[in-house]
């Protein structure tokens, strides 16, 4: 049985193909695209993974949306008796309704002769992330949670999974959302774009939580788990605020009402300078979130007494307040997987069709490699097209069909302080380079992040640059143990290892860590090992191989990005192309 599931008509579109259970492909919309974000319907993602697959999407049997325009119906009708909203607002509703209707439609224009007979399915929102997060987590029992803006009339879900089935116990409703309340300070920092508010966890930790009582009167801590916003601060319940994607990049009007400059200060320009005063309402809004976010765990604990905990939707990327489950909850093991936001409701949503047809659940998410690979023939036109431009400069190009070789001579380059583009194997699922489509540094060198953004990132100076550690060798650098595969969790860096690897510790002694395991990674775990051989230090600096685009996808992309930059070296495959090289 194949079964498709798409995020669509969103930010984050995406694609992935289950087959008997399994996971065979997954993709967001925007690595084909080339659009950070990529709002619509994600006919190139699903395209990938029918052609991964070895199917025609007549050969799928289910598609599965992580949307339900019919969830919470009565709710939604009764909120709007009680409030009349805009009538704005109820008409871009149902003009929505209509778009997302229409998916039969998307899939006759975008694969014409290729005529899908199969059913549709709409799957809640945050049933999808929930389902994301547990059915393809380890445990085999788990709390799961699921946090983000809003999906289908809702902000928040949580309930609890055992062996093959998942239940929810409760929701919080429209319009109070611990998500609208982040996004909301985001904007009022002077960071409008779609996904900003990774901008504000980097900032955070520059400030003070001055301002923590003024966030507890935007939020307020309810009994049994819950929050609600203080709606005097914001417009989002009571007018239509603008989501609108042009050319596929999404955005989304201001969330926040001009009693919110009263009470934390004038909103600052994107082109303003940061201030203190900035600072603390970063640190001040990450401290509230973190506790409403505990709040709801505690509560949960309470109730159902697990020791493990599924977290999924757009809050779970809040890497910072993951890192410190273990120490305010009672959960030990905690699970993110790898596209925790909305292009993950695509997994979710399919593995709840395929448990709905009488499917086992057979598969696990220990790896993020679900996308495009591309092998020797693809990786050699590239650098045939790219010949002139490699001709022009002092380019050399080699090939080292040796694995260990070819890592032993990157690890040189990245130990001798250069920028290397590290390209192989399939590309990663989800919002992070974990090491298949990633730039590769020395952590060592105190002015690598001045370096980095200086040949190629050139981003804000306060957001930190994470660190790849072989998995056995996590708990002699950090302050906790365990896998954190995905890059999901902030730790402290042990105090006496924070000098030996400056370029990837933050300002208050953190770093948003990745382990890697040999089984997950092997060519890449290679790599840092033979890193290691050559420093005594087990970790890379890990970033994203891109320069104000999304992440590279395929070798032509990658060979762009290379040479429209300052990065010395790139290893695409086999192959090294190197910037004068000797």
């Not at 809702?154 to 239940?167: M, Q, T, Y």
């Not at 930790?205 to 935007?218: K, N, S």
């Not at 290691?532 to 992309?557: H, K, M, W, Y």
Request: hydrophobic share 45%.
């Amino acid at each position: 049985m194949i079964v498709v599931g798409l995020n669509a008509y969103h930010g984050d579109a995406s694609a992935c193909l289950l087959r008997d259970g399994e996971l065979v492909a997954a993709a967001e919309e925007e690595r084909f695209r080339r659009i950070k974000h990529w709002a619509g319907f994600p006919a190139e993602a699903l395209r990938y993974c029918l052609a991964e697959a070895g199917a025609r999407l007549a050969d799928v049997d289910h598609i599965a949306l992580n949307s339900d325009p019919n969830a919470a119906f009565w709710r939604r009708a009764l909120y709007a008796a009680r409030h009349r909203p805009d009538p704005s607002l109820v008409v871009d509703r149902l003009r929505n309704r209509r778009r997302r209707a229409s998916v039969r439609a998307e899939l006759d224009m975008h694969f014409p002769g290729d005529r899908f007979a199969g059913d549709i399915h709409r799957v809640e929102h945050h049933l999808a992330h929930l389902a994301s997060a547990f059915l393809a987590s380890p445990f085999s029992s788990a709390a799961a949670v699921s946090v983000d803006g809003f999906g289908d009339f809702a902000s928040a879900a949580w309930g609890v999974g055992e062996a093959d089935d998942l239940r929810i116990d409760g929701r919080v409703f429209f319009p109070h959302s611990l998500g609208v309340f982040y996004q909301a300070i985001t904007q009022h920092l002077g960071f409008p774009h779609y996904g900003d508010e990774y901008k504000v966890m980097g900032l955070a930790p520059y400030g003070a939580p001055t301002l923590l009582d003024e966030m507890r009167r935007i939020v307020r801590l309810e009994p049994g788990g819950a929050f609600a916003l203080d709606l005097s601060f914001f417009r989002h319940h009571r007018e239509k605020i603008a989501y609108r994607w042009q050319g596929g990049a999404p955005s989304v009007g201001t969330l926040y009402a001009s009693p919110l400059a009263a009470l934390l200060g004038p909103a600052r320009a994107p082109h303003e300078p940061l201030t203190q005063r900035h600072r603390d309402i970063a640190r001040s809004a990450q401290a509230m979130y973190e506790e409403a976010l505990f709040h709801l765990l505690n509560a949960l604990h309470d109730r159902c007494g697990m020791d493990a905990l599924a977290l999924a939707g757009g809050c779970a990327m809040n890497s910072v307040a993951n890192g410190r489950i273990r120490a305010r909850t009672p959960f030990r093991s905690v699970y993110v997987q790898a596209a925790a936001g909305d292009a993950g409701g695509a997994l979710g949503a399919a593995l709840v069709v395929w448990r709905r047809q009488g499917g086992a659940r057979r598969f696990v998410m220990d790896r993020a490699d679900w996308g495009p690979s591309f092998g020797a023939p693809q990786i050699a036109r590239a650098l045939e097209g790219a010949a002139p431009r490699l001709a022009a400069g002092a380019f050399t190009v080699s090939t080292i069909e040796d694995m260990n070789e070819l890592c032993r001579r990157v690890a040189r380059a990245v130990a001798d302080g250069k920028v290397v583009g590290w390209f192989q194997g399939r590309m990663e699922w989800g919002p992070r380079a974990l090491g298949q489509r990633s730039i590769v540094c020395d952590p060592r060198r105190a002015d690598m992040k001045q370096i980095l953004n200086a040949k190629i990132k050139r981003r804000e100076s306060f957001r930190p640059f994470a660190p790849s550690i072989l998995s056995e060798f996590a708990a002699e650098w950090f302050e906790e143990d365990g896998a954190v595969p995905f890059m999901t969790e902030v730790h402290q860096v042990r105090a006496e290892k924070r000098a030996l690897i400056p370029a990837v510790v933050h300002v208050d002694g953190s770093g948003r860590l990745q382990t890697v395991a040999r089984h997950a990674n092997p060519r890449y775990h290679a790599l840092i090992s033979a890193f290691r051989d050559l420093t005594g230090v087990p970790i890379v600096l890990n970033t994203s191989f891109n320069e104000s685009e999304p992440i590279v996808c395929a070798p032509q992309e990658a060979l762009d990005c290379f040479l429209r930059t300052n990065m010395d070296l790139l290893a695409l495959g086999d192959v090294i192309v190197e910037r004068g090289g000797a």
